[in-house]
């Protein structure tokens, strides 16, 4: 763990004022206490038994993000305290985050979760859907009151053709501003295009990332 990578990582995107994520999954209680001392308060975590038992050891104001797939029948375990969910890719999952953020008398910020890469395995939903659930929000304001809706989250192939990579992270950040052109109503909250890691960031941040989630740069390789 070198502390010195955050303070140039936050050099680096200070000029397109993105915020970096670290991604702390895998990764010790202590490593992230480090960074902690660092000033870092937004740690991204995706898988939700391990993002609970970090969040009870660890000081009350971190940001915890929930960077992963996440399954309805566990939302009601990161509820309470989640500062943002990043992938949500179906409506019944919205609907699920909101049922548990009104139990706890919270609004949960969420982003949608946009399928680009070329990759079967990658989760997300195409552009035309993403908008739909947006869209079926917006129609029932009154029962959606535990969430909102803070833009789009994206994750560009896993190749070595940068090319193909900036494609992706372009058709990304064009879903976000469509979402952004077609809520108005939102433009306070919805303010986040979530893209790039540690292979990508730059790319990320040059074709308009608003967030950045770094895990192996900050932490070491996981094993
Ligand atoms: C693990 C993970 C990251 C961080 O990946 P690194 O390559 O270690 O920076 C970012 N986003 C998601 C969704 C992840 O699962």
């Known amino acids: 763990m070198n502390c010195s990578v955050l303070q140039q990582l936050l050099e680096e995107t200070a000029p397109y004022a ?7 999954k895998t990764k010790p209680s202590t490593a992230i206490e480090a960074l902690y001392a660092e000033g870092q308060r937004d740690f991204g975590e995706n898988y939700v038994q391990e993002l609970s ?6 000081p009350g ?17 990161i509820a309470p305290f989640v500062q943002l969910i990043h992938a ?10 909101n049922k548990q953020a009104l139990k706890h008398n919270r609004v949960i910020d969420v982003l949608l979760q946009m399928h680009v890469a070329r990759e079967e395995t990658k989760f997300g939903m195409e552009l035309t ?26 994750m560009a192939s896993f190749v070595e053709d940068e090319g ?10 064009s879903g976000f501003d469509e979402l952004k052109a ?15 890691m540690s292979s990508d960031y730059k790319i990320a941040l040059e074709e308009g990332s608003t967030l950045i989630r770094i895990g192996s740069m900050l932490f070491g390789k996981r094993v």
Not at 88 to 97: F, G, P
């Open 88 to 97: 949500v890719d179906s409506l019944s999952l919205l609907e699920e985050i």
């Open 53 to 58: 038992e970090k969040a009870a050891l660890l």
């Open 18 to 24: 993105a915020t970096v994520v670290a991604v702390s």
């Open 129 to 154: 859907e993403l908008l739909q659930v947006a869209d079926t929000v917006r129609a029932q304001v009154d029962l959606f009151s535990g969430i909102r809706i803070c833009g789009v989250m994206g």
């Open 61 to 77: 104001d971190i940001r915890w993000h929930f960077i992963g797939h996440l399954q309805r029948n566990k939302v009601k375990y």
């Open 182 to 196: 077609r809520f108005p109503e939102w433009k306070e909250h919805c303010t986040i295009c979530s893209m790039g």
């Open 164 to 173: 193909q990579i900036r494609k992706e992270m372009q058709e990304i950040r």
